[in-house]
């Protein structure tokens, strides 16, 4: 993604009491560019309650990002992230 040499660093943390047994994907998009989606390999079902895991891939670093776990179930519900700074669908956040 880009020459800039930097990197995405994100500490994931379950607080619920259930693991997320499905590895649905997770994408990195850089803002305002549609077709720069990168699907990383990081695993949902590694995410455990009340374990943090942190999760780091290089990005291009002079851009803003977004990052958004998309339900693989047509018309299911997304993923919601329990962050103030999340915006107004809370499915994804951005950097």
Excluded: H
């Excluded at 993604?1 to 259930?18: D, H, I, P, T």
């Excluded at 374990?51 to 047509?74: E, T």
Aim: hydrophobic letters at 40%; charged letters at 20%; a positive charge.
């Amino acid at each position: 993604m880009g020459s800039g040499g930097g990197k995405f660093n994100l500490m994931v943390e379950n607080r619920g009491v259930a693991p997320f047994y499905d590895d649905w994907a997770v994408e990195i998009q850089q803002a305002g560019v549609a077709l720069s989606t990168v699907i990383v390999g990081w695993k949902l079902s590694q995410v455990l309650p009340g374990k943090p895991v942190g999760w780091k891939v290089k990005i291009d670093q002079s851009a803003a990002y977004r990052l958004q776990v998309r339900n693989p179930m047509k018309g299911g519900k997304p993923l919601r992230f329990a962050n103030k700074e999340q915006g107004g669908c809370g499915s994804s956040l951005s950097s």
